[in-house]
């Protein structure tokens, strides 16, 4: 008979967590000025120039000019905002054209982004390839499809789809995308070294941009224990775009691997409204010991992965994996959330957070597949190396 | 510059989701009473969604008050039950909305809709569901009916408009009793260690040996004790599991469990127990219980069907127990007196379940896998 998973199933989870989801009840507000919701747009130039758009789109929504520049807006929005309700939006947009088997290449190529959002990888992949083979020229396709390629750990097609773009694009956004490969191939300090020099010589152009490469430059110097180096870049790469999700998101797990829990609670606070940061906020408070204001961010978190099980996407599972296994301590859950996600995306974050859970919960034939990927790709990382080594001390461990 | 920067975002919307706010849900909850009583409703809708569908901020502040709120109640209630329709037995309901009110969920603040469901026929439920399909092809409606203390769930939206229910109160308690049923029978541990405490129930350890019972109400008896008691111990400890009041790992559970089948019949070779066997019955059920909350833990409960659910599985454990007992004691009872029973059988067999359950025991503890089930 097949063994249960050790520690509390989920639907206990559900019930211990019932009481905090109970505390709100329907209710009649007390007075007709009290303000019940705050909306995120009207003022915002961006917002109104959309929302032009979306009128005239809608005096002819066949127009393909129109559709995909307001999708192109709401994507964007969608980003800054880490709001997937615009990406809603942009689909919406889309729609005539959503179910066609063989769409015009400049729906397919937003086709493609929107099903990456889901994580629906593989048909993503289709548009990319069917955008490509039709429009060579494509930088957007290309550069879209090596970052797909690269979550996917098919780093030789990742490689091909970057040295497309190089006749394409400007040399900085080339060489980042051959970086970030390289970065995952066993060339760490080769990639961050060159990135460095092309960043140096090309800085000063577009602001995003910028901050994407600093990202990535703070990450690589991160993995390599350069932490002067790391805070410097992923403070310069927020200056220049701040409120970006991605990069508070790198930062808060730079600064809680330094442990600096203040830091972080004073990063994220505005911005609890995104789960992947309420998380690591929830993180620096239980690292802080605070325990008074960690409970009810407990259950605030605990709620939203419940509601997002509830909608059946399997977007949240890496930040699952972390919450079941540095919050609430379920190992046995944990390695199972992250199994699941490393089926579908493989970058450095998955695979740390299967062999943590894995340690954990002191089963090493669970992270089997991410030490192979290690074995295949070469990738350097210290964090990862420490764990495969306490993986292997308890497979000598429980043979012997 | 303006063509890098709409390639920039694109390539970053795949980092997105890590660390998104939630999508658009709404929470659509049915309480169905039995024939064509009026279903009871509530439709929980963000305020964020409505003012994108419907403009709800009427002053264009920003912020939406609840004077605003409730000048537009009439609105939202037109424009949302315009866009569900519900079915029974064939039949369209007829939807009316009562008076709203104002709730939170993780992502804001939402409207409640109450309404009832007028059917014309009893049967099966059947939804269509198109709220915000034509403005956010993403947004999901959360489902869940409940009808006769059995709740279940359905996720609707743009990819799948269109569910149908099939009938019945019953319908997801007879599944947890089909599930007990299923794990008795693939059980081999539970069903071994049944039949190690019934093989000698038709015979009597007198003079270092097993004789056979003259009478068949010693035998009944003796069996009625200790299925009794497997039970009672069982229902207990698989009842606290279930509730979250006790949890163990289960692996020790599972090691445990095969220790009781070896012990159960070492105990027919060298009895220790001598005609108290409900009791060591009683005592290794506790543990039985346990492994029966882990296969419901991973069947995972309905939420708010948690009784319906737990009664049901072990409805299901007894139907499948006392089939082993029904096809078990009439031949153990007409072979009782013969040298096959009492050697080949009673002896020879508790043989075998003792190296089997020895090696359950050596893979569950190690951690290894030796045998096939």
Known sequence: ?400 | MKRIWCLFCLLLAVALPASAHKPSDSYLSLQAAQGTAPLQGRWDIALRDLDYAIGLDADGDGQITWDELRRRHADIAAYALARLRIARGGQPCTLSAGSQLVDSHTDGAYTVLPFTAACPAAGALEFDYRLFADLDPQHKGLVSVEEGGAARTLVLGSGQPHARLAEGAGQGFLDFVEHGIWHIWIGYDHILFLLSLLLPAVLVWREHAWQAVAAPRAALIDVLRIVTAFTLAHSITLSLAALGVIALPSRWVESAIALSVLLAALNNLRPITHGRRWIAAFGFGLIHGFGFASVLGDLGLQKGALAASLVGFNLGVEIGQLAIVAAFLPLAWLARRSWFYRRVMMLGGSCLIMLVAAIWLGERVFDLRLLPV
């Open chain 1, 1 to 400: 008979m097949k063994a249960g998973a050790a520690g509390l199933p989920r639907w206990c989870w559900a019930l211990l967590l019932a009481p905090a989801l109970a505390a709100a009840a329907p209710r009649v507000p007390a007075s007709g000025a009290e303000v019940l919701e705050v909306l995120p747009w009207r003022n915002d130039p961006q917002q109104r120039e959309v929302r032009e758009l979306r009128a005239s789109l809608s005096q002819a929504p066949l127009d393909l000019g129109r559709a995909t520049g307001v999708a192109r807006r709401y994507i964007e929005l969608g980003r800054r905002e880490a709001d997937p309700r615009y990406f809603g939006y942009a689909q919406a947009a889309l729609s005539p054209w959503w179910n066609n088997p063989a769409p015009p290449a400049a729906v397919r190529l937003l086709r493609a982004s929107l099903l990456q959002t889901e994580h629906r990888f593989p048909e993503a992949l289709a548009d990319l390839d069917a955008v490509t083979s039709a429009e060579p020229g494509n930088a957007q396709a290309w550069l879209t499809r090596a970052t797909v390629e690269t979550v996917r750990a098919d780093y030789p097609a990742a490689t091909r789809s970057c040295a497309r773009l190089s006749s394409l694009a400007d040399e900085m956004i080339t060489t980042a995308c051959i970086a970030n490969v390289g970065a995952m191939t066993g060339r760490l300090h080769a990639s961050e070294a060159l990135l460095a020099t092309t960043y140096k010589r090309g800085a000063g152009g577009d602001a995003a941009v910028d901050a994407w490469v600093l990202g990535s430059l703070a990450e690589m110097a991160a993995r390599r224990g350069d932490a002067a180096n790391a805070r410097a870049r992923f403070r310069q790469a927020l200056a220049l775009a701040p409120g970006d999700s991605y990069l508070l998101a790198a930062y808060a797990d730079f600064l809680l691997e330094q442990r600096r829990h203040d830091a972080v609670l004073a990063l994220l606070a505005p911005h609890l409204r995104v789960d992947g940061l309420l998380l690591r906020h929830t993180l620096a408070l239980a690292g802080a010991g605070d325990r008074e204001r960690l409970a009810p961010e407990l259950a605030e978190l605990g709620a939203r992965f419940e509601a997002g099980e509830r909608r059946g996407d399997g977007v949240h599972l890496r930040e699952q994996a972390r919450f079941e296994l540095q919050l609430r301590g379920d190992a046995a859950r944990a390695v199972g959330l992250a199994q699941r996600n490393w089926t579908s995306q493989k970058e450095l974050a998955d695979a740390r957070v299967l062999l943590e859970a894995a340690v954990a919960a002191r089963q090493p034939a669970a992270a089997r597949p991410v030490l192979d990927w290690m074995k295949t790709s070469g990738v350097e990382d210290p964090a990862l190396a420490r764990l495969a080594q306490q993986l292997a001390g308890q497979t000598k461990g429980a043979k012997g």
